[in-house]
């Protein structure tokens, strides 16, 4: 037909002119396979010194989980946005619109997330939080499940359930079936979900998400009703762009539905396919979220996930060193206290760098430590922001045995939490305290907690570096009356700070320093002091 786009002579035209004027949008590097990625075309778009299409503007998208990788790859000028989703008043405006007529199961819906910072962290995706708002509404008054495989459980049971009820008028022998295990499902009336399952699990490996007639047998096919599989893979009729008429494409309502059947497949496999199966797969950015329900649906019952963790450590020490935080949510999400008491007790656990890129990461540090009494020595960093510290301060700064910790960096949005910590922390262990880019609020705080600490030796505040127009607003912050500083000193003077390193900030008043100083003239422990300030540097 004289008005189907002609896809060679477009590409002729954009390299004759090396893209000038074009804008060439490439969404969802995370979904293309690990032989494109590594291919020439995508080394030329993403290298600067490239002469391919050197006039083209490029963006490109990709979910999180391999910004990293993507980031390595990129060369030359260019930005990084990232789109942080819906925000705590958003998610509980969406979820008050979704329950417009149950206002009560919408507040019970918001006061439970409350409770599950690893759960409402995701829901910052909206397609989640809709996801969970389905799920909620599936079981009404009854709890959500507290880790996202769970919550995707009761998922695919609504839609399964939904499948039933629609076909019950042309299949009264399916009457009464109850849809209770994933991994049981009865094959009268689910016949190709094992099929379905195989299918997601083959093309999230592939990563592929849009899937042609051509992948599908005919019997699947043919199970389709009212425009879906099962109510979890959708038909949709597009436009060809090389041929006249409609062509027929298949997608799962979501990628994290895709890997969460891709999970039920390897989980029906045999204890010795699955070993093998994961011995392959473990580690790879693209299988994640299949290994995280994978964990969830099997509880690793059947699964040696030390074993599985060393057999892929052949990287340096200093990566041997960095706990994974795929370990970490590999046990949040099997939940079994037995199992992380397990692992936890093996000596490779002592000493822990931990990475977050995400409030759900974090949550599961602070649910992890309470299971490993075997370290000593922790170091958090922080991949991105934001990845709400203080979900994991109360079970850091109150463990019996962590002797050393180093926090990257704190916001304002952890300080309450961080001095609520601080008041308790009579029983904490910590005998050295490392604290990086935090904001002026926290150095008093710190000030005033360093004499709880019974055993604490050392510490080290570098502090967050304050321009020129923070000054006049760092003042009003940090100002305190003469009580606080006098508490400051106290607290200085009785600690048993041996080492203190420490950053004042520069809008800090002089009678703040003041009482510092005399704090620490006054501490017969103290051997080795270091003091920046707005003053020239001092070394006591």
């Known amino acids: 037909a004289s008005d189907r786009v002609n896809i060679q002579l477009i590409s002729k035209i954009i390299e004759e002119t090396n893209g000038k004027g074009v804008i060439l949008v490439l969404d969802g590097y995370d979904e293309i396979s690990d032989d494109m990625k590594k291919s020439q075309f995508m080394q030329n778009i993403l290298k600067s010194s490239s002469l391919y299409l050197s006039e083209c503007d490029i963006v490109i998208t990709s979910c999180p989980v391999t910004m990293p990788e993507l980031l390595s790859d990129l060369e030359g000028p260019g930005g990084h946005v990232e789109i942080l989703g819906f925000k705590t008043k958003q998610i509980h405006s969406y979820i008050k619109s979704y329950f417009n007529q149950n206002g009560q199961l919408a507040a019970k819906l918001i006061e439970k997330l409350k409770t599950l910072p690893s759960v409402c962290g995701m829901c910052r995706i909206p397609v989640i939080l809709q996801i969970v708002c389905r799920v909620q509404e599936y079981l009404g008054e009854a709890g959500l499940p507290h880790t996202m495989s769970g919550i995707y459980a009761k998922y695919i049971f609504r839609q399964l359930i939904e499948f039933i009820e629609s076909i019950q008028s042309v299949n009264p022998l399916i009457q009464g079936v109850s849809v209770t295990d994933l991994l049981n499902l009865p094959n009268n009336v689910f016949p190709h979900f094992t099929e379905l399952c195989e299918m997601a699990y083959k093309f999230s490996v592939n990563q592929i998400l849009v899937l ?29 762009l090389f041929v006249p008429g409609l062509l027929e494409l298949y997608m799962f309502t979501h990628k994290t539905v895709q890997e969460a059947l891709a999970a039920v497949y390897v989980a029906k496999q045999t204890p010795e396919k699955q070993w093998e199966i994961w011995k392959e797969q473990f580690g790879r950015t693209e299988m994640v979220e299949v290994w995280k329900f994978y964990c969830g649906f ?13 057999s892929k450590s052949r990287q340096s020490e200093r990566e041997k060193k960095a706990l994974p935080p795929l370990l970490m949510i590999s046990l949040y999400e099997a939940d079994s206290e037995d199992l992380a008491r397990a692992v936890f007790t093996d000596a490779m656990f002592k000493d822990i760098t931990f990475t977050s890129s995400s409030a759900y990461e974090t949550a599961i540090l602070g649910y992890c430590l309470q299971f490993n009494s075997n370290i000593e020595k922790l170091e958090f960093k922080a991949k991105r922001s934001p990845i709400q510290v203080e979900l994991a301060l109360p079970a850091v700064l109150s463990h019996k045995n962590l002797k050393e910790l180093t926090i990257q960096s704190l916001g304002k949005s952890d300080l309450a939490k961080f001095e609520e910590c601080l008041k308790g922390c009579e029983s904490s262990s910590l005998q050295t305290l490392k604290i990086g880019d935090m904001a002026a609020e926290f150095a008093i705080p710190v000030l005033l907690s360093v004499s709880k600490m019974p055993i ?67 501490n017969n422990n103290l051997v080795d002091c270091y003091l920046k300030s707005f003053f020239p540097d001092l070394r006591l």
């Open 298 to 310: 099997t509880k690793l019952l059947h699964f040696d996930l030390l074993k599985l963790v060393n």
């Open 212 to 240: 042609s007639q051509s992948d599908l047998s005919a019997a699947l096919r043919g199970s389709a009703h009212r425009g879906s599989i099962y109510g979890l893979l959708t038909t949709e009729s597009v436009n060809d």
């Open 456 to 522: 604490l030796t050392e510490i080290e505040y570098t502090g967050k570096k304050v321009t020129t127009t923070e000054l006049e607003k760092g003042i009003k912050e940090i100002s305190c009356d003469q009580s606080t500083c006098d508490l400051i000193e106290k607290s200085l003077m009785e600690s048993a700070l041996k080492k203190f390193h420490f950053s004042i900030p520069r809008p800090s008043l002089p009678k703040l320093m003041l009482s510092v100083i005399c704090g620490l003239l006054c």
